[in-house]
Every structure is written in structure tokens, then in C-alpha cells.
């Protein structure tokens, strides 16, 4: 049974830094993507990184690009966002995702519909 635990959030003044856990159990890393997600009240869930199985090549959504980094630790079978220079707008709740499917044209990393298991979520505030 595959089960996915966030750790990591909590309220952090703008310009701040937070880093993301996602733990899985019940699978192996690196046989398996890992997406992270984030859902603002009111607002769709959306893709915010990915890092695909095997070479860990790694996706990013242009509005976190050069302040958001998705890591993978085999060891320890953890996939970890930092979060640095946060803004109020990345204000959400974070998830992390999974697939034992590929990714196609029809199933692409940033949407929701591509994966199948979910962790809790984890909420992110970014306030003075």
C-alpha cells in the first residue's frame, strides 16, 4: 500500500526559506516520480515541481523557477522542495504525488489527473 507523509510547513515571513519532506512508504525511490502540488483557498491545485524516476531529471512551473528546488535523497527514500525567497502568493497548502503510470502527452507532470496517490498536504504560509 503506498502512502505518501509532507513534512515541513509553517509560516515564514516573506523572503524566507522552508524546506518540504515528502516520505513515501510503500514504494522505492528512485523507481517512482514524485510531484509537488499546492492548493490556495479558492484557487485550483497546481503542479509546482517534479523529479521523474530513474535520472531524476526535474520540471519546475515558471512561477517558482529559480526559487523553488526539488531534490531526491535514495538513502533515505525522501524527496525534499526548498523553498527559498517565499512570497505571499506561494501561500498553500503543499502536497506530494505519485504514479505508477508513465507521463504522456495525454498525462502530463503538472496536472492532477496524472497521479493516484496523495499525501495529507502540508500548509505553507508566507506573512509578515
Known amino acids: 500500500q503506498v502512502q505518501l507523509v509532507e513534512s515541513g510547513g509553517g509560516l515564514v515571513q516573506p523572503g524566507g526559506s522552508l524546506r518540504l519532506s515528502c516520505a513515501p512508504s510503500g514504494l522505492i525511490l528512485p523507481y517512482y516520480p514524485i510531484a509537488w502540488f499546492r492548493q490556495a483557498p479558492g484557487k485550483e491545485r497546481e503542479g509546482v515541481s517534479y523529479?521523474?524516476?530513474?535520472?531524476?531529471?526535474?520540471n519546475y512551473a515558471d512561477s517558482v523557477k529559480g526559487r523553488f528546488t526539488i531534490s531526491r535523497d535514495n538513502a533515505k527514500n525522501t524527496v525534499y522542495l526548498q523553498m527559498n525567497s517565499l512570497k505571499p502568493e506561494d501561500t498553500a497548502v503543499y502536497y506530494c504525488a505519485t504514479s505508477r503510470l508513465p507521463l504522456s502527452s495525454f498525462r502530463t507532470w503538472w496536472s492532477p489527473r496524472s497521479y493516484e496517490y496523495w499525501g495529507q498536504g502540508t500548509q505553507v504560509t508566507v506573512s509578515s
Open positions: 523529479i521523474s524516476r530513474s535520472d531524476g531529471s526535474t
